[in-house]
């Protein structure tokens, strides 16, 4: 089921097949859609119209595209379709979206005040690296400490902690646009290791390119205070359009448990064009 996801995860613009992922799955397409919605908690073609739709939001917000050329995106053949799934998903319309700089929730659209945040990023070519990840869903907060333990727990099992090595937080959703139970966090650690029989981990590939590289300093406690200065505030005053990656975080201090918030250090990666 991990590599099902990740196969739509990556190929979202793409129709499902679900012959071939059942096949992946060495299922019958029966059998394969009940376990994928008892693993996911949502249907296949249900999950995909989710992601596509919460990405759409990003789209509207900081993209310069059309609201009909997101809808095309997100695979609506007209723009009234696509309004009508906005509004049953997120209680607004596209319009309201891109009129007013919003902060999106599942129940309500408030305005975006501004943030005592001020931080200039380094624009960075950053080269695709193969980790070993654990994933967690639920508020970051709960997802995040149980990703980390699962990846963690193996690391420092096998020996495999040497100097040197990073460790990746994968923040695939926005809180204030997907529900808390459907967040998605990768705790990833860029190590090479046999995980045939783990499970819980499985290999991925944090892409490379073009990002935005912020420094955090601080508790993790006050990342949403970051995110919200990058993209309310920095992003729409400057030239660069988002790619459609996740942004992700590496975690400088070594033993966050040991260290005084006030003294964690985190890269924060914003993936742009």
């Known amino acids: ?60 917000l900081y993209s310069d595209d059309s609201i009909i050329d997101i809808a095309y995106k997100c695979g609506y053949g007209n723009q009234a379709s696509f309004n009508k799934a906005i509004r ?67 690391a420092y099992s096998n020996r495999l902690m040497k100097k040197g090595v990073r460790m990746f937080g994968i923040s695939h959703d926005d809180p204030n646009v997907t529900e808390p139970e459907n967040i998605r966090y990768d705790a990833c650690i860029d190590i090479e290791a046999n995980i045939a029989k783990e499970v819980n981990l499985r290999k991925l590939t944090v892409s490379g390119g073009k990002y935005a590289k912020f420094l955090h300093k601080g508790a993790y406690e006050n990342f949403q205070e970051t995110y919200a200065f990058i993209f309310n505030e920095w992003l729409p005053e400057n030239s660069h359009k988002l790619r459609d990656e996740p942004c992700f975080e590496i975690y400088l201090n070594k033993d966050p448990g040991r260290t005084k918030p006030e003294n964690l250090k985190t890269e924060i990666y914003i993936p742009i064009e």
Request: glycine share 2%.
């Open 88 to 154: 049953k998903q997120f209680s607004f319309t596209p319009s309201q979206v891109r009129k007013q700089m919003v902060s999106v929730d599942t129940n309500r659209v408030k305005l975006i005040r501004k943030r005592c945040v001020d931080m200039k990023p380094e624009i960075i070519k950053f080269e695709e690296t193969n980790v070993i990840s654990a994933r967690a869903y639920g508020a970051y907060a709960r997802a995040a400490p149980e990703a980390w333990s699962q990846v963690m727990k193996f």
């Open 1 to 60: 089921m991990n590599k099902i996801v990740e196969v739509i995860e990556h190929n979202l613009d793409s129709e499902i097949d679900c012959n071939k992922l059942a096949e992946i799955s060495c299922y019958s397409r029966f059998h394969f859609h009940r376990l994928f919605y008892s693993y996911v908690g949502e249907g296949v073609y249900a999950y995909r119209k989710r992601l596509l739709l919460e990405r759409s939001i990003k789209h509207l």
